[in-house]
């Protein structure tokens, strides 16, 4: 049984910077992909970063680039995204997904992600930045 359990949202201003986490249970993280989506009110479900954790390869959308790192702790079951600079437009709730895969090819279509039947998916924590 996969439970996710997301943390570390909140409201900061513009330049500031936050790191969400995701707690995996059931979940061995070098047997999946995983990744940060985002969805912003009106807006449909983009991809923000994957990892692959058996290779530790990682992704990044173009609009976080330089900005956002993704990052593991498997002794810790956690899955990190560190934010930041933050923007308006980073406004959104932040969903962490994990899919079973091994290497890296997985990153390839990190969007695809959230179609995949076998995905884990969680509740999701809401980022709000304010200029």
């Known amino acids: 049984q996969v439970s996710l359990e997301e943390s570390g949202g909140g409201s900061v201003q513009a330049g500031g910077s936050l790191r969400l986490s995701c707690v995996a249970s059931g979940i061995d993280f070098g047997k999946y992909c995983m990744g940060w989506f985002r969805q912003a009110s009106g807006k449909w479900r983009e991809p923000v970063a994957g990892l692959s954790g058996a290779v530790g390869t990682t992704w990044y959308a173009d609009s976080v680039k330089g900005r956002f790192t993704i990052s593991a702790d498997k002794s810790k079951n956690t899955l990190y995204l560190q934010m930041n600079s933050l923007q308006d437009e980073d406004t959104a709730m932040y969903h962490c997904?994990?899919?079973?895969?091994?290497?890296?090819?997985?990153?390839?279509?990190?969007?695809?992600?959230?179609?995949?039947?076998?995905?884990?998916w969680g509740q999701g924590t809401q980022v709000t930045v304010s200029s």
């Open positions: 997904v994990f899919v079973p895969s091994s290497g890296d090819l997985c990153l390839r279509d990190v969007a695809g992600f959230y179609f995949r039947p076998s995905k884990s």
